[in-house]
């Protein structure tokens, strides 16, 4: 089924004929095989009402569009008729710095947002990977996240509430504008992380953090893997106060641009320099425990930038020419028996490069190949290794012919016959990125 010419005139009527593509030049929206009929543009929320209300009327399959950057993400649209790409609404509509609150619309890139947060001395604490092409709209429904996690948090945690457009036009808000919120149930989590398939977020109020007035960042090089996790363990279980403790194996140290390759953390402190100062000296004291010596990383801006970029953005073309990423969880203490686990299991077909926010367990990587065949079992076999530590594989990106012999979503959680219903019940027509998450919902 298409969109046919009615609606695409009926489109031009809603949003202004500059606002509505059609024909020719829509590959930037294509999503594998699958190019779009017509990208819609709508300037505000009542035209996204409308447009939604169109499709839903027709029938009409719905791919949300922010930047563009994580639309890799999940399967392939089952159906995919109409691109509704948010760029249009990329405004802050408030900030309060007194309140540590602001709201901004979901087609703001995550680069312009910081920038306006920071004329008030303030920063949003989500350094998701390609901030420069991300919109604040994909990575809250990706719910993808950071090196800053370990302080701040994820999306969860900083999200007060979101304003939505449903399936049939209607617009909605969950949670609330302050940081206190005494609802009795937390909408505004159902869809962070929903891929769009409840809604298409038009905007969100979250809490924000003042910028520190210091940062200090070490390199600390471990003799393996396993030395490497305990050091890690010690230094989150210690009075120290880091925002980031960043645990990656020798090629993700190499490829984030490390001074060696070979097992690294990445420790970084922020706030006053008296007290950076004071944890400097503990960093250095506890690290001495394990024979090992925080080399001060000057300007770790470039490092920093690296390393929330990685897997999407690395190259190391002598580990194969085929890659695929992922991100996958185990529990906290378990990162290093990962990390080995999986390079045991693909050392035969495939090679890897594997980074850990140590502090949640949260891993991400890549694993490259020479052949299609060996990339599939590679990564099939990176997914088992982590399964029997009780973690999960995620496949972020990968070539279409790896994608037809891998699922990338993995085997369904418990909970998909929940999320199946609340499909269902957002979304009866399945119009909003139908066939896009976990299970094909």
Known sequence: MT??????????????????????????????????????????????????????????????????????????????????????LGRVLEHEPADMTATAQAGIRMTDLQTQLGRGGQFLPLDAALAGHASLGGILATRLTGTLRCRYGTARDLVLGVRVAHADGTITRAGAKVVKNATGYDVTKLYLGSHGTLGILLEATFRVYPRPAAEQAWWLRSTDLKAGQLLANRILGSSLVPNRVEFLDGSAAWACGCPERGPSLLVSIS????????????????????????????????????????????????????????????????????????????????????????AQGALRGEVRADTVQELARSLTS???????????????????????????????????????????????????????????I
Request: charged share 20%; proline share 6%.
């Open 382 to 440: 990176a997914r088992e290794a982590l399964a029997a530590l009780g973690g999960y594989l995620v496949v972020l990106d990968a070539p279409e012919a790896v994608r037809r012999s891998v699922d990338v979503w993995g085997p369904p959680p418990d909970g998909v016959s929940t999320m199946r219903r609340l499909k269902a019940e957002f979304d009866p027509k399945g119009i909003l990125n139908p066939g896009r998450f976990v299970g094909g």
């Open 271 to 358: 706030g006053i320099p008296e007290a950076i100062r004071a944890q400097a000296d503990d960093l250095a004291r506890l690290a001495g425990e394990f024979d090992v010596t925080p080399h001060e990383i000057h300007e770790p801006g470039h490092l920093w930038a690296a390393l929330s970029d990685f897997p999407w953005v690395t190259e190391d073309p002598e580990r194969g020419h085929l890659r695929t990423i992922w991100r996958g969880g185990v529990l906290s203490a378990d990162c290093a028996r990962a990390m080995e686990a999986i390079q045991t299991a693909i050392a035969q077909g495939g090679a890897s490069c594997i980074a850990a926010s140590v």
């Open 3 to 88: 969109v046919a010419a009615s609606l695409t005139e009926a489109l031009r009527a809603t949003v202004g004929v500059d606002h509505v593509l059609a024909g020719e030049g829509l590959t930037r929206y294509r999503l594998g095989a699958t190019t779009p009929e017509a990208v819609v543009l709508p300037g505000d929320e009542s035209e996204v009402s409308q447009v939604l209300r169109l499709a839903w009327e027709g029938g009409w399959a719905v791919v949300p569009w922010g930047g563009g950057a994580h639309q890799c993400v999940g399967y392939r649209p089952a159906r995919y008729d109409l691109a509704l790409d948010v760029r249009r």
